[in-house]
């Protein structure tokens, strides 16, 4: 059974509330319990209030069992709580014991239920579930699980597990790392098109863990939420469009996305890598730059997000076209903006899965905004990152502007094809 | 001209998507560039996509000019930016400068609009708005302006307009309060559907004026993101629902939330008092009491949050019921329960307009989360706040579970009466 599609979820955005092939045209989509209110509330116009619309979208609900986790070519939701966790257990049957939890919990919450078949009744029982999101719906939720490479480091004999070549990143130039918010042994992405639902999800998952893992760093993120008319690719908080070049294409995430054989793990057959880069912006000195100085680093026109060679978004940009009486270097986008150094074509076709989002922590201790981009990127090599950062580490123009603060990279495992199975089950056989 | 009232948002929520009386039916609710396709997509409900749906909720505009500000008695939207700032200015002239600026600049804002009429084309001109919610409509944005105490403390000569007691809040128990939030001598409470257009608000208005305030604290919150079908009253992180008695009776708005000719100050008529109090919740703590003794705490059950007299949400509590065979002071709803020190049938008739947000720091330096309530009140004078806060410091159960850590009051003037107008104008004339 494959999740959601990239395909099924561009149909299904279209189709999903549209009345005809509400369940036809959903692909992995499965309705939630207000799913048939969706479908009466199509075909009665009259009665189709606002209530009834977010209805609707809080029963949005996607498998939790199937060929790849999901969270990763879902169609990104609205908000994120990305944590990472330290295993603080000392032994693997202690692991072991979250990692099964986990599993079970995470099918319960994406469907919407609290944690805990039964919650008590009785005057003296401790909540299982906190309660926040009781009634709110599934909101879209998924929970996209990943294990550091320390996970492997043999406090848990896991050393043979390890896949090939999986290792923290390397020291990249112009980073600022904040150990707070590096690494990690575990790390749960949480996305839903409600916050409240994100957060109680990993919350839950935390408490019910407590004693065995402890939350290393968290970044709440946000800037997914529009999707309107003129909105099909969100703006970083620079104010450019980013993603207009994220793969959709099947064929893409079957090359560029998916892990196959040559991890040399089968547990990772159908997973893929997750990269997390915490990235702070200088903003103030950003917002100080001219308009065609910020279009030149890009190599994109800030209102469209047209490549400069180009007049609309989704133009190809022309990394060969020349300034009018221009030499052959002298390119209309430059070599060194950042779709030039970032795009396939220019890196032997490689690509990655964008699924980052805007994040804000308010004031830093001198006054300034503390905001920037949680960039969570999906490839089927954390090489494919590596050499790409390389690149942009060295010639960026965009390094001015930005700092990468924190890092992690995540082996997340294939997705589970049925309840009673686990993540890591095969580390314990 | 009266702004959006709790009775027409309350018809508007019904009827605003209903194919009938879109315009006549949204009270105060004026459609955007989007609201022709959401009645068209209302009438044909083949064609309404989810794209277009998100479209009609970021077309949502609520009107600038009016007898009071909008944020107030507005149906609360998705996500708050709360910040509070210091003024730097160093004359009066320097401060009405801000005001004037700020006031046409949340005029374009709300209506969708970036800041600053035109947006330089010049590849050399320096970005007026900084670009990140381009086309992303007005998202139901509202932005009230306070002026905190301190700001008539003389340095700008405001001394004779400080509206009649208006002061600091008084020390109260249990409070434990961090100075880098509080206090401010402006504040600017930014309401959206859409987080990234509530951020940009401020953002590009603390921008506008940095040579002249200075941004002191910011709260990030969300927890009104959701009203489904089963969800008409959000939950508070200790998963309670919040806010089942407030204010929604425009016969209460008169008596209990604007300010009359009482304050006399002229520009305070058709005004409000905002306190925000940033309350930190011992979230571990309290999900390890038995729900038995947290529903005797709030006085009200969990899940439903029925009053412990009743069944429904909404049944009225009954103050007075004793449990069976219990003396006349055993009564089933705890008189140092939450319900029953806050009912207005308990405090003289005393009622305040609740409009808080759920908010989440991540952890704080010990690991724990650093999350919460971001209280915000509105009430015709800061004594109602102060009087039930008393008597919440002196008996509230809670208290062993929450910490007043942020604190704020600030006197909100009259809405503005229509373009050219500005907040403050008296004070300068």
């Known amino acids: 059974m494959t999740q959601s599609?990239?395909?099924?979820?561009?149909?299904?955005?279209?189709?999903?509330?549209?009345?005809?092939?509400?369940v036809a045209g959903a692909g992995g989509l499965v309705l939630g319990a207000a799913g048939g209110a969706a479908v009466a509330a199509?075909?009665?116009?009259?009665?189709?209030?606002?209530?009834?619309?977010?209805?609707?979208?809080?029963?949005?609900?996607?498998?939790?069992y199937g060929e790849h986790q999901a969270g990763i070519d879902t169609r990104p939701q609205d908000h994120l709580v990305f944590t990472a966790?330290?295993?603080?257990?000392?032994?693997a049957v202690e692991l072991q014991l979250v990692l099964a939890k986990w599993s079970a919990a995470m099918s319960e919450l994406t469907s919407g239920s609290p944690v805990g078949k039964v919650q008590p009744e009785r005057e003296q029982g401790i909540p299982v579930d906190t309660g926040e999101a009781t009634?709110?719906?599934?909101?879209?939720?998924?929970?996209?699980?990943?294990?550091?490479?320390?996970?492997?480091?043999?406090?848990?004999?896991?050393?043979?597990?390890?896949?090939?070549d999986f290792a923290d990143l390397p020291a990249m130039a112009?980073?600022?790392?904040?150990?707070?918010?590096?690494?990690?042994?575990?790390?749960?992405?949480?996305?839903?098109?409600?916050?409240?639902?994100?957060?109680?999800?990993?919350?839950?998952?935390?408490?019910?863990?407590?004693?065995?893992?402890?939350?290393?760093?968290?970044?709440?993120?946000?800037?997914?939420?529009?999707?309107?008319?003129?909105?099909?690719?969100p703006r970083n908080l620079m104010g450019f469009k980013d993603g207009t070049r994220n793969i959709q294409d099947p064929a893409d995430f079957s090359d560029q996305v998916w892990?196959?054989?040559?991890?040399?793990?089968?547990?990772?057959?159908?997973?893929?890598?997750?990269?997390?880069?915490?990235?702070?912006?200088?903003?103030?000195?950003?917002?100080?730059?001219?308009?065609?100085?910020q279009q030149t680093i890009f190599g994109r026109s800030k209102k469209e997000g047209a490549p400069l060679t180009g007049t609309k978004e989704h133009d190809v940009p022309d990394f060969h076209a020349t300034v009018a009486g221009g030499t052959a270097d002298q390119t209309v986008i430059a070599t060194n903006s950042h779709v030039a150094l970032t795009a396939h074509e220019n890196n032997n076709g490689t690509k990655i899965l964008?699924?980052?989002?805007?994040f804000t922590d308010g004031l830093d201790s001198v006054g300034r905004l503390d905001a920037g981009l949680m960039f969570l990127s999906f490839q089927r090599s954390p090489e494919q990152f590596i050499a790409l950062q390389r690149k942009l580490g060295k010639s960026d123009r965009l390094?001015?502007?930005?700092?990468?603060?924190?890092?992690?990279?995540?082996?997340?495992?294939?997705?589970?094809?049925?309840?009673?199975s686990y993540y890591g089950k095969e580390f314990f056989a």
């Not at 009634?135 to 090939?164: I, V, W």
């Not at 998952?205 to 099909?232: I, P």
Request: charged share 20%; with cysteine; hydrophobic share 40%.
């Open 174 to 233: 112009g980073e600022s790392l904040d150990p707070d918010f590096t690494g990690g042994d575990l790390c749960l992405q949480a996305c839903a098109n409600d916050p409240q639902v994100a957060y109680h999800a990993v919350r839950n998952l935390a408490r019910m863990a407590r004693t065995s893992v402890r939350t290393k760093w968290t970044v709440l993120g946000f800037g997914r939420a529009s999707a309107g008319a003129h909105q099909a690719t």
């Open 259 to 293: 892990v196959g054989e040559e991890a040399g793990q089968p547990w990772m057959v159908g997973g893929s890598y997750l990269v997390a880069r915490k990235i702070h912006m200088l903003i103030e000195t950003w917002d100080e730059d001219p308009i065609g100085d």
């Open 42 to 64: 199509a075909t009665a116009p009259e009665s189709v209030s606002e209530a009834d619309r977010l209805a609707e979208r809080a029963s949005l609900k996607y498998p939790f």
């Open 135 to 164: 009634d709110m719906g599934p909101q879209g939720l998924t929970l996209t699980l990943g294990f550091g490479p320390s996970l492997f480091d043999g406090r848990f004999g896991l050393e043979k597990f390890k896949p090939a």
């Open 354 to 358: 964008r699924r980052g989002y805007n």
């Open 399 to 420: 390094n001015e502007y930005i700092r990468h603060v924190g890092s992690g990279v995540f082996a997340v495992p294939a997705g589970l094809p049925a309840a009673g």
């Open 85 to 91: 966790f330290d295993v603080t257990a000392l032994t």
């Open 5 to 22: 599609t990239p395909a099924a979820d561009k149909l299904s955005r279209r189709t999903f509330f549209s009345g005809s092939a509400v």
